[in-house]
Every structure is written in structure tokens, then in C-alpha cells.
């Protein structure tokens, strides 16, 4: 629960912690019963960060529009104080429950420049439409149009020495369903001729289904995620009439017609868990779904991890978790290397 003691908040200076506090409180006042948002409020308790005029601790970083009719666009992060060859490329999703925040939003701003500098990688944060107003598959539908964007290389600002033969697809909570359901698509589809994606990233992916779960059940006001938010997120994104079940939410539920064990091209995965997220049992059934499918699979937990935890970099485990993807990173990058 928050407010008690032995919650992992405390291990965050009190700043910290007051300003969690606030923007919970609200972020869930934005969130109306009727099923509607109150976009000015979260865009009050959204702190954003604009692009530098030039060169900064080592990263060229700019905004690319997409579809300016959608809000479809990213930032792309480029190292330039490296000297190796060809550089690996990420495309991150950022979370938000499908519903808000953005590319610029200063934890995602400096997540994203974090993963730039420690992977030596290009990284593409990408913007995607919200619910409610534009309900699944519309995010969906959005990164894959990213990907075949970049697929091109026809655009301004594209590091020559970006390589896309070896992508990472990555995305926390929101972010990290979409990354997966993306990566199906990857998989299965033949449109994409530079884009080859050897890895994908799920950082406390966002899963659920009709059952309440063991860990739903405990840390349904968890810190940063409660139980009715998850709620609210779903049926805000969900088609009208779906439950919690659909292939959306559940992929390896009772409606699953998701069979990946014949996708040969579906990317070896790494799954990050937090012992204090309540979508942590989904998170794990995840990763058991796709051993069972006979993908390749990882999981790290870590013990005082709350949803969200990576963003904060206080946090005694988010230095570990950087770790953590960079040790995947590697280990997928010689692979296709050797």
C-alpha cells in the first residue's frame, strides 16, 4: 500500500515521494467514471522536455513528424562520441496505460537518452494516438506505420550509420503490449525490407484478463498503479463490448487465436518484473506463455520494484535494471554478429 512503511517509496528521498503522491492523486482525478479524460489536467502534471539546440552529453536528439494528422511522430536519439561501426537501433513505446504521455516527457526523455549512451544505440521514441478517443487497434496500427517510416530511411536526420538489420523493439507497461503485439505483426508480415528485429524488451509489460489475480488482489493500490486505474485504462482502449479477455489484454487467454510457436522471425524476449507491481502475475504467465510456444524467453525480477520504478532515477534498482537490458542487448547483438 502507499502509505505504509514498508512500501519501496521509501527507499526515495521525501521529494521524491511528495511528488508521487501529487501526480497519483491527479492523474486519478483526470480520469473520469463516465469513461472520459480530462486532458488539461494530465497535461498540467505532464512535464516535458524540449529538444536541445544542438549536441548535448554526448547525443544528437531531434523530433520527427510522421502524420501530423494522427500526432504521429518520434524522437530519435543518436550517440556522437562513439566510434564503433554500425549502430543498433531501438523503438521505444512509452507507457501511460494507451492514454497519455508522450516521447517528451521528461522521465521518458531521460529513460530514452539513458538507453542512447549505455547500448550505444539509436533510439526512436515514438508518439501514438490515445484513448479513449482512438480505441484499439489504433495504437497498434501507429508503430507499425513508424516502422515502415524509418523501414525507408527517407527522412531528414536518420544516422547514416544506424542499423536496422539489428532492432530492438522495447516499450514499458502500455509500451510493452504494444511491443509484442508489434512484434507479432513484424513476424508475420513481409513489408518491412531494412528493418530485422533481433530483440524485444517488455519493461513490466501492461497484460490483464478477467480473473483478478493473486498480486491484483494484494497491491490493488499499489504504488503509482491501482487496480481500478488498470480497470479504467482497459476499457478506455478496448472495442466497445470487449472484455478483458480479448487478445489484446490477455494474448495467451481463454480467447487467444494467437498461436506464435510457427512466427520463426518472433524475436527473443526479455520480460522485466517488479515484486511490487500488481500486473506482475500477468507479467509472468507472459513469459510462461511464450516458453510454451517455444520462443526464446527471459525474466528478471527485481524485489522492490513498483510499476514505473525505471523512470525514477533514484531508485536503488534502476541502475540494476539498465544493467539488465544491456546484458540482453549484447548477448542478442553477438549472436547475430558470430
Known amino acids: 500500500m502507499l502509505g505504509r512503511n514498508n512500501s519501496p517509496l521509501r527507499l526515495l528521498p521525501w521529494k521524491t515521494r511528495i511528488a508521487v503522491t501529487v501526480f497519483s492523486t491527479i492523474r486519478g482525478s483526470a480520469f473520469r467514471n463516465d469513461g472520459t479524460v480530462n486532458r488539461s489536467l494530465l497535461t498540467s502534471i505532464n512535464i516535458t522536455t524540449k529538444v536541445p539546440s544542438e549536441a548535448i552529453d554526448g547525443l ?3 523530433d520527427v513528424t510522421v502524420d501530423p494528422k494522427r500526432n504521429l511522430w518520434f524522437r530519435i536519439y543518436t550517440p556522437t562520441n562513439t566510434t564503433t561501426g554500425p549502430l543498433p537501433v531501438f523503438v521505444y513505446f512509452h507507457g501511460g496505460g494507451f492514454a497519455y504521455l508522450s516521447p ?4 521518458f526523455d531521460t529513460l530514452c537518452r539513458r538507453l542512447c549512451r549505455e547500448n550505444s544505440a539509436v533510439v526512436v521514441s515514438v508518439n501514438y494516438r490515445y484513448s479513449p478517443e482512438f480505441k484499439y487497434p489504433c495504437q497498434y496500427e501507429d508503430g507499425f506505420d513508424v516502422l515502415k517510416f524509418i523501414d525507408k530511411k527517407q527522412f531528414k536526420g536518420f544516422p547514416d550509420n544506424a542499423d536496422l538489420s539489428r532492432c530492438f523493439i522495447a516499450g514499458d507497461s502500455a509500451g510493452g503490449n504494444l511491443s509484442h ?3 507479432v505483426r513484424v513476424a508475420k ?3 518491412l525490407k531494412e528493418v530485422g528485429v533481433i530483440g524485444l524488451i517488455g519493461i513490466q509489460p501492461f497484460f ?3 480473473e483478478r489475480t493473486e498480486s491484483e488482489i494484494k497491491l490493488r493500490n499499489g504504488p503509482l498503479l491501482s487496480l481500478d486505474h488498470t480497470d479504467w485504462f482497459w476499457k478506455a482502449f478496448l472495442p466497445q463490448g470487449s472484455n478483458r479477455d480479448h487478445l489484446a489484454c490477455n494474448v495467451f487467454g481463454p ?4 498461436d506464435i510457436s510457427k512466427l520463426e522471425k518472433f524475436p527473443p524476449t526479455l520480460v522485466v518484473v517488479g515484486k511490487w507491481d500488481l500486473l506482475q502475475d500477468w507479467q509472468r504467465r507472459y513469459y510462461q506463455g511464450l516458453k510454451r510456444f517455444g520462443k526464446e524467453a527471459y525474466i528478471v525480477e527485481f524485489e522492490n520494484a513498483f510499476h514505473g520504478f ?3 532515477t533514484e531508485f536503488p534498482e534502476t541502475p540494476m535494471f539498465f544493467e539488465e537490458v544491456k546484458n540482453f542487448v549484447q548477448n542478442q547483438l553477438a549472436k547475430v554478429s558470430s
Open 181 to 183: 503485439h508489434l512484434a
Open 208 to 210: 490483464g484478463g478477467q
Open 60 to 62: 544528437k536528439i531531434s
Open 310 to 312: 525505471y523512470s525514477l
Open 255 to 258: 480467447d487467444c487465436s494467437q
Open 104 to 107: 517528451d516527457t521528461k522521465h
Open 189 to 191: 508480415s513481409d513489408e
